[in-house]
């Protein structure tokens, strides 16, 4: 039996933040990066925070959050003894602020729960409404993904107004993020009618609205449509999980540094190509997922073959459009450090979770082959 639930209260659509008028008395830790605060949708947010509640901002939270930032967040939320904490940013904030009230309530045994608010401010992790968190080790060089209903949060707030900032490089990386999130639930072995039917409207609504935003970042229209597509996909990837593309990117991810929707998007065509297995089996169920959604594009897609050509041919054309690099040379990674990293990082996606999840089981070979494949351009 399985036990679908979809337990994130999402507040969206025009003045969604004014939700947070109604909290009152309440001990209010935000956790952000500078950038929020600098931006001013920090201040968009308190206004909204009634002067009966006490409120500290924790503004210290980098990409990729490393474990030390996390410690730091503990004492401080430990310190405070926040009733709400809401996490404002990009996945980097909301998975740090997700760690935080996780390890507060280990360590302190705290009874009260406390009230977890996620308010993104990017359109890619979906993070707002998975139990999903992702933590870097930075000496280790590896990312840990920490998977518990424990750190769901309890409200979505979706407002695309906060998402405007973005410029094109993160609006695209983030982007195809959510492009790599529904590709890789509909693959996955624990995808079912519900996970699918959110990636297959989370797909339709990136390739429609991408190419968009990359343009003019002040179409909100485009803006809202994404930001939707995020949270979907993120619905999608909490019931069904991801896959390889995502165990290799958390590996690498420690290591390269490169963003995160970026490297997802440097190894989707191998990672397709690879899941499909097309030179020895044209009709296994990922091939035929794959074919559906080139379909639901409007791509044609007579049989699997010519379905998955076309799917990963406008990929790749998406990709050139966005400006987006095609290989971890073009990204930059030096031969050198590629060549002393691939095997740790192949080691490393072995273990992810992420990889459990994958349509077809990979060897430590299949995956250096892939990292191979993505070094160049192709
Ligand atoms: N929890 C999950 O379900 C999940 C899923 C996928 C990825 N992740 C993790 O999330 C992290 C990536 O998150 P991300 O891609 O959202 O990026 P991010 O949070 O790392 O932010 C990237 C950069 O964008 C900036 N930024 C964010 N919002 C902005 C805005 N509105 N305007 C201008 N700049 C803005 C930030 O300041 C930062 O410099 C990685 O650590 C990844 O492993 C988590
Ligand atoms: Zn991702």
């Not at 840990?144 to 490089?169: C, H, M, R, S």
């Not at 979907?232 to 593309?245: D, E, P, S, V, Y």
């Not at 080139?294 to 966005?322: E, M, V």
């Not at 990082?345 to 077809?360: C, F, M, Q, S, V």
Request: some cysteine; overall charge neutral.
């Amino acid at each position: 039996m399985e036990k679908i639930r979809f337990s994130t209260e999402i507040w969206t659509g025009d003045a969604a933040l004014q939700g947070l008028l109604d909290f009152h008395d309440q001990r209010v830790f935000i956790v952000t990066d500078p950038f929020m605060v600098k931006s001013g949708n920090i201040a968009a947010i308190t206004d909204q925070l009634s002067e009966k509640n006490e409120i500290k901002i924790f503004s210290d939270i980098v990409p990729d959050p490393p474990i030390t930032k996390i410690t730091l967040g503990v004492e401080a939320l430990n310190k405070f003894n926040a009733t709400v904490v809401v996490a404002v940013g990009g996945g980097s904030a909301i998975d740090a602020a997700k760690a935080m009230k996780f390890f507060t309530k280990r360590i302190t045994k705290q009874k009260e729960e406390i009230l977890f608010i996620a308010i993104p401010t990017t359109s890619g992790t979906g993070s707002e409404v998975t139990n999903f968190s992702v933590i870097t080790n930075s000496e280790a060089g590896i990312k840990y993904p920490l998977v518990t209903d424990e750190i769901l949060p309890q409200i979505a707030i979706l407002d695309a107004d906060l998402v405007k900032t973005a410029p094109q490089n993160i609006t695209v990386d983030t982007g195809m993020d959510v492009l790599t999130h529904c590709l890789e639930a509909y693959v996955s072995i624990d995808a079912n009618d519900f996970s699918d039917a959110l990636a297959e409207k989370a797909f339709q609504l990136v390739f429609e609205n991408i190419e968009k935003v990359s343009k003019d970042g002040s179409n909100i229209e485009a803006r809202q449509r994404m930001h939707n597509a995020s949270c979907i996909a993120g619905m999608a990837f909490n019931l069904a999980n991801l896959g390889l593309n995502h165990g290799i990117a958390h590996a690498a991810g420690a290591k390269f540094h490169i963003p995160h929707g970026r490297l997802n998007t440097i190894l989707l065509p191998h990672i397709i190509a690879y899941n499909a297995n097309i030179a020895r089996n044209s009709s296994n169920v990922a091939a035929l997922k794959y074919c559906n959604l080139a379909r639901l594009i409007g791509l044609s897609a007579s049989n699997p073959r010519i379905g998955i050509r076309s799917l990963t041919n406008t990929i790749i054309q998406l990709r050139r459009k966005l400006k987006m690099p095609d290989s971890f040379q073009a990204y930059g990674i030096k031969k050198e450090l590629f060549d002393q990293s691939k095997n740790d990082i192949a080691e490393a996606a072995l273990k992810d979770g992420t990889t459990a999840a994958n349509p077809r089981k990979p060897t430590k070979e299949d995956i250096i082959a892939i990292l191979e494949e993505s070094f160049t351009k192709n």
